[in-house]
Nanobody, 129 residues
Framework: QVQLVESGGGSVQAGGSLRLSCAAS????????MAWFRQAPGKEREGVAG???????????YYAGSLKGRFTISQDNAKNTLYLQMNSLEPEDTAMYYC???????????????????WGQGTQVTVSS
């Protein structure tokens, strides 16, 4: 059974940084695609960043255009952990952040929640001005 557990959220002031972690377990297929999403109150869930967690896909990362340059997605294969480094945080980044995954060859859209099979419980990020 696949499990995703996020951690690292918290409260920071604008301009600060946080690193989110998503510990993954239970995958059978050695290839899977993972992504970070976020959802603010009253808004739809939106894709933040995504990437393959194996060599397949060449390590290509995908980002929401407005976040590229401030956010970086990375992985530690030895720990089966996905990270999201968030710098220069803004109050607009306040949201619940979710880790999502799908096993095998990914044919969906990296930023479309419906294309992901597994979800973590979320970790709250609050940025104050």
């Amino acid at each position: 059974q696949v499990q995703l557990v996020e951690s690292g959220g918290g409260s920071v002031q604008a301009g600060g940084s946080l690193r989110l972690s998503c510990a993954a377990s239970g995958f059978i297929d050695g290839r899977y695609f993972m992504a970070w999403f976020r959802q603010a109150p009253g808004k739809e869930r939106e894709g933040v960043a995504g990437r393959y967690t194996s060599g397949t896909g060449g390590g290509v990362a995908y980002y929401a255009g407005s976040l590229k340059g401030r956010f970086t997605i990375s992985q530690d294969n030895a720990k089966n952990t996905l990270y999201l480094q968030m710098n220069s945080l803004e109050p607009e980044d306040t949201a619940m952040y979710y880790c999502a995954a799908v096993e095998g060859r990914f044919v969906g859209a990296w930023n479309r929640p419906a294309d992901f099979t597994y979800w973590g419980q979320g970790t709250q990020v609050t940025v104050s001005s």
